[in-house]
C-alpha cells in the first residue's frame, strides 16, 4: 500500500481532488461525528488542503490555514481519516507535513490549532500545548492548542 501526499491551494484544485476531499469530509464528520454545522466555510478558499491518496482514493485529509484567517498564527483544521486507513500512521504524516510545510513556506514561528479533546495526546505527540478551556465546537468538545516552532529545523522549540 503505497500512501501518495498532495498539497494544493484552494484555487488549483481540480473538480475531482475538491469533491473527493469533501466527500472524505462529509463521511467522517456529518456521518461519523454526527456533525450539524456546515462543513464547508469561509476559511476553504484561503486555505491550502493536504491530502493523502491510494490508489487512486482520497484517505486522508487537513487543511492548512495562513496566518490571519482563523487566528493571529496559521493553523491545521478538518484532519481526517477514512475509517479503514486508520491506525497506519497516515494522520501523523499528514499533520508532519503540515507542520514542516508551514514553517518552511510560510515562516511559521508557532502554530494554533482547535483540537477534539480526546486528541489531545495525539497532537501533544508533535509538541503542542493545551492553551485554552474546553468549549463546544459543533457539538464537539475541543480544546485550543499551540506549538511554537524553530523556523531553521521545522520543529518545536
Not at 42 to 58: I, N, R
Not at 77 to 102: F, K, L, N, Q
Amino acid at each position: 500500500m503505497e500512501i501518495v501526499y498532495h498539497i494544493k491551494p484552494f484555487a488549483e484544485l481540480s473538480v475531482g481532488e475538491l469533491h473527493a476531499a469533501a466527500s472524505l469530509r462529509e463521511r467522517v464528520f456529518y456521518l461519523e461525528q454526527h456533525v450539524t454545522t456546515l462543513d464547508a466555510d469561509e476559511k476553504d478558499p484561503f486555505s491550502l488542503f493536504l491530502w493523502a491518496e491510494c490508489e487512486g482514493q482520497t484517505v486522508g485529509f487537513l487543511r492548512m490555514i495562513p496566518r490571519g484567517i482563523a487566528y493571529a498564527e496559521p493553523s491545521i483544521g478538518r484532519v481526517c481519516v477514512a475509517r479503514t486507513y486508520r491506525r497506519r500512521g497516515i494522520c501523523r504524516e499528514m499533520v508532519s507535513r503540515a507542520i514542516g510545510y508551514m514553517v518552511r513556506e510560510w515562516r511559521a514561528e508557532a502554530i494554533r490549532i482547535s483540537a477534539q479533546s480526546y486528541l489531545i495526546p495525539f497532537y501533544e505527540s508533535f509538541g503542542f500545548e493545551v492553551v485554552s478551556d474546553e468549549y463546544l465546537e459543533a457539538g464537539i468538545p475541543h480544546k485550543k492548542m499551540l506549538i511554537r516552532l524553530d523556523r531553521e529545523h521545522g520543529r518545536e522549540a
